[in-house]
């Protein structure tokens, strides 16, 4: 059973829900920068990704990990752009539909 929060820019208000729910892999959805093409992604263990916590308002998404019991995974996707008031672009809107169709498809065979 998958289920999904949307934390927007502050998930660490949302600490203690998300371990009520008490997900055996909890799956942190980010923007990363790869150097690659927009809209790449790649699945990375918490332990791979760096930490960037440079104050209380900025904390990394493996610094906020280490709140949580379960095992904790980050998807990244490459942006387009991060500037100030952008949008997301189309070519990360269709990597993130497609991303949302794959685990579809493997949560719905069983898996």
Do not use: M
């Not at 995974?73 to 794959?102: K, R, T």
């Amino acid at each position: 059973h998958i289920r999904a929060l949307n934390a927007e820019v502050s998930i660490e208000n949302y600490i203690g829900k998300i371990n009520a729910i008490n997900p055996d892999i909890l799956i942190l959805i980010d923007s990363v920068s790869f150097n690659r093409k927009p809209g790449y992604w790649q699945l990375l263990p918490v332990e791979r990704v760096f930490d960037f916590t440079t104050g209380t308002h900025n904390i990394s998404l493996k610094k906020v990990s280490e709140f949580f019991k379960a095992r904790v995974w980050i998807l990244g996707i490459q942006p387009e752009s991060v500037s100030f008031g952008e949008q997301i672009s189309q070519v990360v809107i269709d990597s993130s539909d497609a991303i949302v169709l794959f685990i579809n498809e493997i949560t719905s065979d069983g898996c």
